[in-house]
């Protein structure tokens, strides 16, 4: 399991609970070639076996296989849970990507699907020596499977990073999941 440094993690923490209340959402059909991902385990598998390489879970509790994938997706996705609004809301499925100097668009796009009122979502997050300097999510609002897609330009440095982030949802009030597969992290 990796670890990141505390401060950072808070920052990831604190970014996924003002997104998991703010309801506003974009989403656009189209997604990157999956030829230059950057993310490992795009479609968590590997030889038709269900993986999480790749992905730091803190609470496994949470993430489970599901025997369902979108179009092209193989046999598995993953699963995410809702989770109740408490301590443990911050235990997202992340991969921690090392940003190249210079000025590119980060494309993260991925196949998703909801089964709860409250929604799920997918972000991409960079920082610059621990302090946020962009933040990007969109929320998985169908329930059969959809492509959703967030891009961005930054302007980084070597020892900037950029955090992917997967959520099945936060609520006080009812259960479900959120469904991801073929994850995508390009960048131009």
């Known amino acids: 399991m990796r670890q990141i440094n505390h401060n950072s993690r808070i920052v990831v923490m604190l970014v996924t609970l003002i997104a998991s209340i703010n309801l506003i959402q974009c989403s656009n059909p189209t997604g990157p070639s999956a030829s230059s991902n ?5 479609s968590f598998e590997s030889n038709g076996q269900a993986t999480l390489n790749g ?16 179009p092209d997706g193989g046999k598995w996705s993953v699963a995410v849970n809702v989770i109740w609004i408490g301590p443990n809301m911050f235990e997202v499925p992340y991969q921690k990507v090392k940003l190249v100097s210079g000025t590119k668009i980060y494309t993260f796009s991925f196949w998703a699907k909801s089964s709860t009122v409250i929604k799920g979502m997918g972000s991409i997050l960079a920082l610059k ?3 946020i300097v962009s933040y990007k999510y969109v929320r998985v609002e169908d329930s059969t499977w959809t492509n959703y897609t967030i891009a961005d330009t930054i302007s980084s ?9 997967i959520s099945g949802g936060a609520t006080e009030l009812a259960g479900g999941k959120t469904y991801f597969d073929l994850c995508s992290l390009t960048a131009q």
Do not use: E, G, M, R
Request: net charge negative.
């Open 38 to 42: 950057l993310l490992q385990d795009p």
């Open 55 to 70: 992905w730091v879970v803190n609470d496994t509790s949470i993430v489970h296989f599901a025997n369902d994938a979108p």
């Open 129 to 131: 020596a621990d302090s």
């Open 157 to 165: 440095d070597q020892a900037d990073s950029l955090f992917v982030t």
